[in-house]
């Protein structure tokens, strides 16, 4: 009874293994491909950031949280994006731009 409570014991533990295994190439895969990448989100999130700076400062002033929330995000996406090692795109010949942006400096 022992033996056959261990073998069932090793077989639900390669299942669970295998199971994780294919989820963290599922959250891998999503990383790194969907909306073009954590990189892109990230990016795209700190070039909302500068819109907002740029062309509604009044809103950003009478609404200082939404700053907030957006550094939150950005917090957010770039750990996701550290633990999953995802890679950062590379450089485009010609564009001196960071890929992703870096964040935008408080203009106080």
Known sequence: MVKQEQRISHINAILNARSNAESLQAIGSVVSQVGRGVYKRIDENRELLELLKSRCPEFLEQHFWVEGWIRSQDEFLTAIADASGA????????????????????SA
């Open 87 to 106: 890679h950062k795109p590379p450089r485009v010949s010609g564009n001196e731009s960071a890929y992703p942006r870096p964040w935008p400096i408080s």
